[in-house]
């Protein structure tokens, strides 16, 4: 296994990326990652609230983030929310809202602070698709006083793992491009390759990581091994999704994909 | 103002148009248009369900479009989305949840059916991102046997109309071209020019509409007139928000745009 691309953020320690970020939740999560050598992402998508807490109660020791889709739970409460969040508090990880905001800045500002689900009071990391433009990436948290700038960090798809995904490699550069310009907001990426930039402070979060299936789902979705996932892809943080939920031992499947995962990530700093 | 495109869809009459649509919820919106001589939509981005029901009770009789964003309401609940559609059906206007899916198809399928919202259950029309890839826009009914296929036609966004929106002509040529292979469950689309296709039977719906102001908003919105909109631009349905819902006299403003907006699509046709 050959790293892709010569990118120096793929090389640099995690503790001198942290020094470099510039995004307070960008840095909690260096912090994280190098306190619980871990670079694993669950992706906890099933549609009761209370499964995902007992997820999360299960294998919070072993993750770093853990992803949620709000709008699929049956059964959201505010309340509930507050029970994930003391347990994410208790064991250490971020909660990162998968909305993937893809809307004019006025309306996304609406759907991130408002509604029912009020996700900037709860997420800790939250998706947007580059799609509309630079100015919702810089509209959606408000203006510069806000809060939510501080604990909230925005993390932009550049490339989705899909099949025929639309996210070409002039739409990841350009995307890449803003976000670098609004780092004040952006704390990561999600993407299936480095972006073309240097700039070792965001993280890169890569989806469809599964180690059992080559193929993916009859549904488009393609994954991979961690592994590839860290060295041939440029992952910084993997997000592994059915190929953990559903497995019959939840907490010896997340150790064995932090194990893999961070094991990658450490030969990729220590052996470019 | 001159029309663009030689695209024949721009030019046929509504009832023929009728005749070729492949979706019921577009050949319900085409009846629609003609029995109230209207091609308004209006975009009603308010924070309050109440506030939503009350302007659909004044302004639906101008209207044959109500789009809405489930997530930004503060006091949602299924018993009032009961009383909306009650609303819809004496007043006879489709409902738009303008969701701009934008994941992969086994999450979309999970958000457009599940959660709070239960969107499947009550969207006569619901829009959708072309950047996941085709699968995404035939995997989000469920199989051939579902129910929402009939009853819920899905909205391409082929176009954007903010700054810097990475919709470009190549993006939107590909989206279309899944569009179409998709008229099982495409009713339609959004775009801010004809997509390069001579099907007639579907819809293109253009937002940004606002006959008070050119310059847009200032977070990347730009605006044009319904005029515009319907000539220059090849819009079937106009979307109106802002220009209307801030307006104190909203049944008056709607009227106007009811006017404007029928007269240019009349000039289109009746006049190519």
């Given at each position: 296994?050959?790293?892709?691309?010569?990118?120096?953020?793929?090389h640099v320690s995690l503790d001198e990326r942290r020094s470099s970020s510039k995004h307070p939740v960008a840095s909690r999560l260096f912090d994280l990652m190098i306190a619980k050598k871990s670079n694993l992402c669950v992706a906890a998508d099933f549609s009761s609230f209370d499964?995902?807490?007992?997820?999360?109660?299960s294998i919070g020791p072993k993750i770093v983030v853990l992803k949620i889709h709000v709008d699929i739970l049956e059964d959201f409460t505010l309340a509930k929310m507050k029970q994930l969040k003391k347990v994410a508090k208790s064991h250490e990880f971020l909660i990162m809202e998968d909305r993937k905001f893809a809307d004019i800045a006025n309306t996304v500002h609406q759907q991130f602070h408002g509604?029912?689900?009020?996700?900037?009071?709860?997420?800790?990391?939250?998706?947007?698709?580059?799609?509309?433009?630079?100015?919702?990436?810089?509209?959606?948290?408000?203006?510069?006083?806000?809060?939510?700038?501080?604990?909230?960090?925005?993390?932009l798809i550049l490339e989705m793992s899909t099949k025929n995904a639309l996210t070409n490699p002039d739409y990841a550069k350009e995307g890449a491009k803003w976000g670098l310009m609004a780092s004040d907001v952006v704390a990561g990426f999600v993407a299936q390759s480095p972006p073309d930039s240097d700039f070792s402070g965001w993280i890169q979060f890569t989806p469809g990581v599964n180690s059992a299936s080559k193929t993916g789902d009859s549904k488009g979705q393609q994954y991979c091994s961690p592994a590839e996932a860290v060295l041939e892809r440029g992952a910084d943080i993997i997000i592994v999704g059915r190929g953990l939920i559903n497995s019959s031992d939840v907490v010896a499947t997340a150790e064995n994909y932090r194990t893999e995962g961070w094991a990658a990530l450490t030969q990729r700093i220590t052996n470019p």
């Open positions: 296994q050959s790293i892709i691309s010569p990118n120096p953020r793929l499964e995902v807490i007992k997820l999360a109660e509604g029912v689900y009020q996700i900037s009071e709860w997420a800790d990391l939250v998706t947007a698709h580059p799609l509309p433009g630079p100015e919702m990436i810089t509209h959606m948290f408000g203006d510069s006083s806000s809060d939510s700038r501080d604990t909230c960090g925005c993390v």
